[in-house]
């Protein structure tokens, strides 16, 4: 039997997915999973920050139309780091969450894999996050310009939050089935 990355393979079933073995708290990673989707797409879209110069011209901007804004500009390079890392690597993160809570069968090599790469992606998390903080914090302190977050800001950084609590479930959840089969070990945290 093959447990996250060993050598032995055991037959796939539709019983070897951690949502069937979710219990307590864990019962409502599906729920929270897909909030984490809807609060990225909604934090993606909508207006992360709104800059006033002068008192008189204001923009606000999202981290979509960021990104779109740089490639526009020429600044091919900011485009593609906004687009990768505020855009690309939370769906990535997200989807594979999704995919290790309701379809990767826990005993393949693919669930280890999965679960890796979801674990180096939530390492970049709040990378954009501290840029819009940051950005705030120097326009409000030339005085120049007054920068204000926006909610997409807030919808983003709750994305953020609920797959890093779902995927720190999750691994608790496969921990369980690791160290006690489908049934789970003991765990006290339930």
Known sequence: ???FGGHQRRPAGNGRVLSRHGDGLDRFMGLVLVAA????????T?????????LIFSNEFSIAQAARDLWRDGQVF????VATFSIVFPGLKTLGAISLWYGLDYTSRHFGHTLALVDFLGKWSFTDVLVVAILIVVAKSTGLAEAQAMPGLYFFSASVVLTAFAVHRLRRVAGRIEAGGPGGGADGDR
């Open 37 to 44: 989707a809807v609060c990225l797409a909604v934090g993606v």
């Open 78 to 81: 900011l485009a593609f780091l």
């Open 1 to 3: 039997m093959e447990h």
């Open 46 to 54: 909508m207006p992360v920050v709104r800059v006033r110069e002068f």
